[in-house]
């Protein structure tokens, strides 16, 4: 795991991550609908209330990317220095690929930019490691193996365990032949189990070593596919962009599949941060990206704030009747 270039060891980095969850858990402990059922209003620091009431859109802006004015009590100011001393940069720009698809493909342009910019990281991914074969787990309708191929001329395997979306894959590559024998789909709903399956079927296609991927692989699925790729020896690398941790399964004390790594595990015992790092918590890593936030207008600002505190002022008139 990479960790900003100041710490030492993933270690020092996590155990700093855990006190700033531990102190600021009132900000993400509570649904989004429970904001005034459960009071998180009253819980913010006294002095941070009338400083942030009265921010302009400006100020507002930049406080959300980081950028604390001098003016802020120190108590917000501290809040925002241990973010920037925690925040993370990504190693590099990731490619998008300028592919078209066809107008009535039914694709929104979140989902297109997602395929077009996913595509050529798996391209450069099989490149280091000799696949020229593609295992889709949870392909959906197939846009990510019409891309691979039709850009880069992939074999590619999609495997899809909802009935309708495999039949929907397979009536839209019917009307593309050219790509009959390169792009197959198969209706399995992928488990820890399915290894014996997923080798069984990868039998019918010659390949030198497969690469594994699954785009928007919901929840557990990122969790199955990590597992899938220790077991298939055929498998030589894995590109995935797993999405909606907050349904990820739970038990009586937790969640089956968080903390995935072992050395998360055992941080997170020892520190017992795990009593609040519950669903809520889960859920921040479904929003939008933070840069997102830096150039809003007012009327965004307001129809954000509406969509939240709306279902908040109905949970909280639902709970108190
Ligand atoms: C969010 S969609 C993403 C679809 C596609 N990868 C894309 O990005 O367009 C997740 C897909 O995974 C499928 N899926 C979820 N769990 C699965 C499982 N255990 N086995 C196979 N498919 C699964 C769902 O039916 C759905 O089509």
């Not at 009265?54 to 003016?71: K, M, P, R």
């Not at 920037?84 to 690929?97: A, D, V, Y």
């Not at 909606?244 to 790594?261: A, I, M, W």
Request: aromatic share 12%; hydrophobic share 35%; net charge neutral.
């Amino acid at each position: 795991m990479a960790v900003p270039g100041r710490y030492d060891t993933v270690e020092k980095y996590l155990e700093e991550v855990f006190d700033f969850l531990k102190t600021y858990q009132w900000v993400f402990s509570s649904p989004n609908t429970y904001v005034l059922v459960n009071k998180v209003f009253d819980q913010f620091p006294s002095e941070w209330l009338p400083f942030l009431s009265d921010l302009s859109n400006d100020e507002l802006n930049e406080l959300s990317v980081g950028v604390v004015s001098v003016h802020a009590p120190p108590s917000l100011q501290s809040f925002f220095q241990k973010i920037n001393k925690l925040r993370f940069t990504l190693p590099k720009k990731i490619s998008c690929e300028d592919f078209k698809f066809p107008n009535n493909s039914g694709l929104s342009n979140k989902k297109q930019h997602e395929i077009q910019s996913l595509a050529p990281l798996i391209h450069e991914t099989c490149g280091r490691s000799d696949c020229d074969f593609i295992v889709d787990v949870g392909t959906g309708l197939g846009y990510l193996p019409r891309l691979l191929y039709d850009k880069y001329k992939y074999r590619v395997l999609g495997i899809e365990g909802c009935p309708q979306k495999f039949n929907l894959a397979k009536t839209k590559q019917k009307k593309y032949s050219d790509s009959d024998a390169a792009i197959n789909y198969v209706e399995h709903f992928v488990t820890n189990e399915s290894e014996h399956h997923i080798r069984q079927i990868t039998k019918a296609f010659p390949m030198k070593h497969a690469c594994i991927t699954g785009l928007h692989a919901c929840a557990d699925l990122s969790v199955i596919i990590l597992e899938l790729f220790t077991k298939l020896e055929f498998c030589k690398s894995l590109v995935i962009m797993p999405c909606c941790y907050h349904r990820l399964k739970q038990t009586e004390d937790g969640f089956e599949n968080f903390p995935v790594s072992n050395l998360l595990k055992e941080l997170t015992t020892k520190s017992g941060v795990l009593r609040f790092l519950k669903t809520p918590f889960l859920r921040l890593a479904c929003q939008g990206f933070v840069g997102g936030f830096g150039n809003m207008t007012p009327e965004e600002h307001l129809a954000r704030t509406n969509s939240c505190l709306f279902r908040a002022v109905l949970e909280d008139v639902a709970q108190s009747g």
